[in-house]
Nanobody, 123 residues
Framework: QVQLVESGGGLVQPGGSLRLSCAASGFTLGYYTIGWFRQAPGKGREGVSC????????DYADSVKGRFTISRDNAKNAVYLQMNSLKPEDTAIYFC????????????????WGQGTQVTVSS
């Protein structure tokens, strides 16, 4: 059974940091581009970042460039999103997803999705 599981979310103060993890079971994560998406209350799901299967290509939404860093460890079948300098507007449910296309931020190209982890940035 193909499954993606996110972890690492929580409550953090503005300016703080969190590291999200995306773990896979039932398939080899290293064959796929992995994307991070987020959905805030009342808003659509937006792309945050993605990383190609070989980690040579990454992409970020303008709103997180310079603050978030995506990485992967294919040996551990995991992908990470390091989030620094967090802002209240980063509050959302964060999802990881897998695509067999190269480094795309188009959510329609992602076939496998996790259940999400809540990130709340508030003082």
């Amino acid at each position: 059974q193909v499954q993606l599981v996110e972890s690492g979310g929580g409550l953090v103060q503005p300016g703080g940091s969190l590291r999200l993890s995306c773990a896979a079971s039932g398939f080899t994560l290293g064959y796929y581009t992995i994307g991070w998406f987020r959905q805030a209350p009342g808003k659509g799901r937006e792309g945050v970042s993605c990383i190609s299967s070989n980690a040579r290509t990454t992409d970020y939404a303008d709103s997180v460039k310079g603050r978030f860093t995506i990485s992967r460890d294919n040996a551990k079948n995991a992908v990470y999103l390091q989030m620094n300098s967090l802002k209240p507007e980063d509050t959302a449910i964060y999802f990881c997803a897998a695509s067999d296309l190269e480094a795309t931020m188009d959510r329609d190209e992602y076939a496998y999705w996790g259940q999400g982890t809540q990130v709340t940035v508030s003082s």
